[in-house]
């Protein structure tokens, strides 16, 4: 992880807990008329990190996201921005926090430069003088300078998208907040927001991503965080999370549904995958279950032991698929969005 000083000037106040996180709720709770969208949430979200959020649907990512933002007023719970409590001191945090979410306000009748012009007249961070530079360069950083003078309302979802993104980075920033940042965006799209988010993370920058796309979580994020049904079921480091799951042989079969009787026959657990079966070697080597399988018949075209991939961990936590270990479904696991 980076330790290069994150733009801009430091609150006055730092959380003083020797962990410095640029985010942290406490027993964070919203209730919406009977539906418990987010239930004791205990985030942290360490100074520099690059944290990717994510859950499935209605798991509260986005709830959770809009109560940092002061954009939804929790039930209960305390949260801090940069070491100081919010909403009592959200005037003098939010300035440092650039943040993405749906439904920015632009006007449809002004051009994303004029869209932009005003979001940066009302950043405290940016003098008179400075506003125009500031646009320019937020444009060109989201590739929409060419399409700076376009109307907002001709913009594609995927241009819209990157406007959002520019008028979050209008300003020097110590946490930028992005809420599904690739919605909409084409593969070059994705991989510009990816470019960013390194960027960031380069100057420091913490960054709080929420997405679906768990290959991108994977690749631009530090640490994760996991919830389901309103509750973290897992944060901390990517690697600690990716390492904390079984190891498993990935076995290439056309038997696979036998090859799975046969190996629970023999109390070795394991279970269908689309390419053949996935068997758990924490308690059983790889010969074993090779020499099992082999004896009973099956046909064995190739096994390679896993790293447990982050689609592997998120269904383990958030219980999308199969558990491994548990009851042998024989059905096909259901994908994961
Ligand atoms: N304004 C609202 N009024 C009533 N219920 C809401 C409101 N916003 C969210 N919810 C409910 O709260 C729960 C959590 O929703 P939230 O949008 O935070 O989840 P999410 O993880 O962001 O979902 P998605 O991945 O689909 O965007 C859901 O059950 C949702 O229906």
Same mark, same amino acid.
């Given at each position: ?22 985010? %942290?709720?406490?027993? &964070?709770?919203?209730?919406?008329? #009977? ?27 986005? *709830? ?5 933002? +002061? ?11 940069? +070491? $100081?409590? $919010? =909403? ?6 939010? =300035?440092?926090? +650039? ?29 008179? /003088?400075?506003?125009?530079? @500031?646009? !320019?360069? @937020? ?35 110590? &946490? ?7 919605? +909409?965006?084409?593969?070059? /799209?994705?991989?510009?927001? %990816? ?8 100057? #420091?920058?913490?960054?709080?991503? !929420? ?32 390492? !904390? ?6 076995? !290439?079969?056309?038997?696979? =549904? ?5 190996? %629970? ?18 308690? *059983? ?10 004896? @009973? ?9 896993? %790293? ?12 999308? $698929? ?10 096909? =696991?259901?994908?994961?969005?």
């Amino acid at each position: 992880m980076t330790t290069a000083r994150a733009e801009g000037a430091v609150p006055e106040a730092g959380n003083g807990s020797g962990t410095a996180l640029a985010a %942290r709720t406490r027993a &964070l709770r919203k209730v919406y008329r #009977g539906t418990v969208a987010v239930d004791g949430v205990d985030l942290e979200v360490p100074e520099g990190a690059v944290v990717g959020m994510l859950g499935p649907n209605g798991s509260g990512k986005t *709830t959770t996201i809009r109560m940092l933002l +002061g954009l939804v007023q929790p039930t209960e719970g305390e949260i801090e921005l940069l +070491g $100081v409590p $919010v =909403p009592e001191a959200a005037e003098q945090v939010l =300035p440092h926090v +650039g943040a993405l979410v749906e439904g920015p306000g632009f006007h449809p009748f002004l051009s994303g430069r004029d869209n932009l012009l005003r979001f940066a007249a009302a950043e405290p961070l940016l003098a008179g /003088g400075e506003l125009d530079g @500031a646009v !320019s360069a @937020a444009l060109e950083r989201v590739g929409l300078a060419g399409a700076a003078r376009k109307k907002y309302r001709a913009y594609s979802l995927g241009m819209k998208q990157r406007l959002g993104l520019a008028s979050a980075l209008l300003a020097p920033r110590r &946490l930028v907040v992005l809420d599904e940042p690739t919605n +909409g965006l084409d593969p070059a /799209g994705t991989q510009e927001v %990816r470019r960013i988010i390194a960027e960031l993370h380069d100057r #420091g920058v913490t960054v709080l991503v !929420s997405s679906h796309l768990l290959a991108e979580v994977e690749a631009t994020c530090t640490h994760v965080v996991v919830l389901n049904e309103g509750v973290v079921v897992a944060q901390g480091a990517l690697d600690d999370l990716l390492e !904390s799951g079984s190891p498993t042989l990935l076995v !290439s079969t056309p038997d696979g =549904p036998t090859a799975v009787e046969t190996l %629970r026959d023999h109390r070795i657990p394991a279970r269908l995958a689309p390419d053949g079966i996935r068997v758990d070697l924490t308690t *059983t080597a790889p010969a074993a279950v090779i020499e099992t399988l082999v004896r @009973a018949g099956a046909r064995v075209d190739e096994a390679r032991r896993e %790293r447990t991939g982050l689609e592997e961990a998120f269904a383990r936590l958030t219980h999308d $698929v199969g558990d491994l270990v548990g009851e042998l479904d024989t059905e096909e =696991p259901e994908a994961v969005r």
